[in-house]
């Protein structure tokens, strides 16, 4: 059945963070689906791992370095997207950086690394891009937010901030593009397994905590996030501006407690 209804095919898609982790997932998701994917990040060499890596689907995947934090960065990356594509129908902000440390132990430069990054960039494109898309009167833009815009884990204060403020941005940029066409939504991973966070999570305590207060009883993986991307850049999600879906395994659903069986009734 050739049903339309969740297709993004010949889409033309941003995926900043795009060269690894969940970015270079996403991207991979719409490539398949025949977007044309453009992938952003810093590091020129590990864009070029990428698009090698997402080629052997045999999709469109265009690498271009761009550094969030970096104002002009941005505006060349949209006139770029803009003159080799004609016009860009969706964006995935994914570019997130972290430092986990105590907050007394925070310094001004690790503050001004992680802002800079996940919530001024994600901004600065999301703007950059909106103007194109509200002129144009149609447009998707996709926000991965983070379990830490619900509440804040410990150590990583900055990032949650950043996180809880891209929540807002996402609610805040839906009402005011609604009328223009430009659909604005997020998706908040729950614990992904990815190249950065393996050691992390390579601690069996970690482990044990995580699967024990995830419903699913399993971890994630980049992987787990494309349905809910591809979703949201659809015909599909049409009716659907300024929510964050949290893709977590249900951990955001309630807290497991060890309550006897029973619930410890006598």
Known sequence: MNDTLFSVSDQVVIVSGGSRGIGRAIAKGFAERDSK???????????????EEIGTCGGSVTPVVCDVAKPDDIEQLVAQVIEDFGHID???????VNRRKPAL???????????????????????????HMVERGSGCQIN??????DRPLKDVLPYAMSKAGIA???RGLALEWGPSGVRVNGIAPGFILTDLTQKLWSDETMQEWGKTNTPQQRLGVPEDMVGTAIF???PA??????????????YTAGWNWPIPEGGGQR
């Open 37 to 51: 994917v453009v992938i952003t990040g810093r590091d020129e060499s590990s864009l070029a791992v990428a698009v």
């Open 90 to 96: 969706t964006l995935v902000n994914v570019a997130g």
């Open 105 to 131: 132990d925070v310094s001004e430069d690790d503050y001004d690394f992680i802002l800079d990054i996940n919530l001024k960039g994600a901004f600065l494109l999301s703007q950059a891009v909106g103007r």
């Open 144 to 149: 991965i937010a983070s379990l830490n815009t």
């Open 168 to 170: 807002h941005m996402t």
């Open 232 to 234: 949201l850049a659809s």
């Open 237 to 250: 999600a049409s009716f659907m501006t300024g929510q964050t879906l949290y893709v977590d395994g249900g």
